[in-house]
């Protein structure tokens, strides 16, 4: 199964991606994550794409594409199987993607759109905590770790990001409306494109999401 989950910032795609992994045995790669490492090590595609990152606006494509092909070529049994998520973000990134699905002979099976109202997600975002080490994601309300303040997977100490701050959010749902339409035409003209309802319980929306994907897998089979 080879997806790409887009919504807006805090609609559960890192979420999803991470159930979809662990039980549909997928790679999960999302390019918030690939960032914020190349960020935290300092390399040099980590310091040109930082002052993008903090100001919640988009990282050049030239970059991101360059981040995602390096990513893709150094895990090789991840290209049968994967969740991707936050890349492709603009109608370029989508079409270095399919360029680069195109010379290993690979095809997407579903680009599921994560559909959650704006004023739901401030209030999503503030109670947000992450895990720096194992990537994995909380909420203070709707998914509090068992130790407050630490990751259940790995025990690693819970942060919050510095762009989950309300106008930072605010700047990165601007730019998600601004740039959206046309990523999902293009996935809709071939196609690909199914949008699950991303609101009420994690799990839910996880039995919702593959519903879709596997309904959407047979009506393509059947044409
Ligand atoms: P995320 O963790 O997906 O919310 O991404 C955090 C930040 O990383 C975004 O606000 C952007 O600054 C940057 N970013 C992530 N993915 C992309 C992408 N595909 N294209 C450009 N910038 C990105």
Redesign the pocket.
Known sequence: MRLILIGP??SG??TQAQLLAARQQLCAI????L??EAVRQGTPAGQQ?AP??Q???????R??NQL?AEHFHRHPACAHRFVL??????RA?AEALEQLLDAEHLRLDAVVQLVVPDEDIVQRLSGRRICPQCHASYHLMYHPPRVPGRCDQCGAALLQ?A?DREEIVRQ?LR?YHQTYGELLRYYQERGLLVPVPGQGEIEAVYQRLLQAVQALAGRRGDG
């Open positions: 910032p805090g795609k890192g999302g390019m918030g994550d960032l914020r794409a993008y990152v100001r919640g606006e988009l990282v050049p494509d970059l991101v995602f998520e936050g890349y492709p973000r603009t990134q990001r762009d990165r730019i």
